[in-house]
């Protein structure tokens, strides 16, 4: 993925130099074949910012891609809506045999379990209520930019969730932020270790 503009503006900064769009993490690297900057979920090291550029690198001419899109164009994929190709024997053998292949410390996007605690705690009745709780406390509205709605608010822990487990479900400690300006209060003050003082500070010195 090409850096421009555009692509980093729906993108999350984080404070070890990655960028988020939910649950892919993006690295900075450098295209093999343009050395442009590009954003890349594999390898920095040896990725490529475009198809064209991976294609050149590999050999392929301009005519040879021409020539392959044509043969494809209008071509629909062999499988594209049909059911019952495997039998359910095959079928299960498939799935034994990828079964734990991409679970854990296995996975392409593992991070140490840094993120298990927080997964876990979210799926639970008592964290859902406090985000349920907080909204209507708050009436639906980012306490920042006074946007109403339902579908694209975040409940936010005023005191960071990963130093104050006591405070995980506390409704006090939940404030109703949309999700832009949740994100641009990351992209100020980082994520973990977050405050009521930096709270504060982004909302102008209002109370919390």
Same mark, same amino acid.
């Given at each position: 993925?090409?850096?421009?503009?555009?692509?980093? $503006?729906?993108?999350?900064?984080?404070?070890?130099? @990655?960028? /988020? +769009?939910?649950?892919?993490?993006?690295?900075?690297?450098?295209? #093999?074949?343009?050395?442009?900057?590009?954003?890349?979920?594999?390898?920095?090291?040896?990725?490529?910012?475009?198809?064209?550029?991976?294609? @050149?690198?590999?050999?392929?001419?301009?005519?040879?891609?021409?020539?392959?899109?044509? !043969?494809?164009?209008?071509?629909?994929?062999?499988?594209?809506?049909?059911?019952?190709?495997?039998?359910? *024997?095959?079928?299960?053998?498939?799935? $034994?045999?990828?079964?734990?292949?991409?679970?854990?410390?296995?996975?392409?996007?593992?991070?140490?379990?840094? !993120? !298990? $605690?927080?997964?876990? =705690?979210? =799926?639970?009745?008592?964290?859902?209520?406090? /985000?349920?709780?907080? %909204?209507? /406390? *708050? $009436?639906?509205?980012?306490?920042?930019?006074?946007?109403?709605?339902?579908?694209?608010?975040?409940?936010?822990?005023? +005191?960071? %969730?990963? !130093?104050?487990?006591?405070? /995980?479900?506390?409704?006090?400690?939940?404030?109703?932020?949309? +999700?832009?300006?949740?994100?641009?209060?990351?992209?100020?003050?980082?994520?973990?270790?977050?405050?009521? +003082? #930096?709270?504060?500070? %982004?909302?102008?010195? *209002?109370?919390?």
């Amino acid at each position: 993925m090409k850096i421009c503009y555009d692509n980093l $503006e729906k993108l999350v900064f984080t404070k070890n130099g @990655t960028f /988020r +769009e939910g649950n892919h993490t993006y690295k900075i690297g450098i295209c #093999q074949n343009c050395s442009d900057e590009t954003l890349t979920l594999g390898d920095p090291v040896n990725c490529f910012c475009s198809r064209k550029c991976s294609s @050149t690198k590999r050999g392929f001419t301009e005519e040879h891609r021409a020539k392959i899109t044509k !043969s494809l164009k209008g071509k629909k994929p062999w499988n594209k809506n049909k059911t019952g190709i495997y039998s359910k *024997d095959s079928l299960k053998k498939m799935s $034994e045999a990828k079964l734990g292949l991409y679970n854990g410390e296995n996975h392409p996007n593992w991070k140490g379990g840094i !993120s !298990s $605690e927080r997964d876990l =705690v979210k =799926v639970t009745k008592d964290y859902k209520q406090w /985000r349920k709780k907080v %909204f209507k /406390r *708050d $009436e639906y509205r980012c306490q920042f930019c006074n946007k109403i709605g339902k579908g694209n608010l975040n409940a936010h822990h005023v +005191e960071s %969730f990963n !130093s104050n487990p006591e405070l /995980r479900t506390t409704v006090a400690n939940g404030i109703t932020l949309c +999700e832009t300006c949740h994100k641009n209060f990351h992209h100020q003050y980082g994520y973990g270790n977050n405050t009521k +003082e #930096q709270m504060k500070e %982004f909302l102008g010195g *209002d109370a919390v």
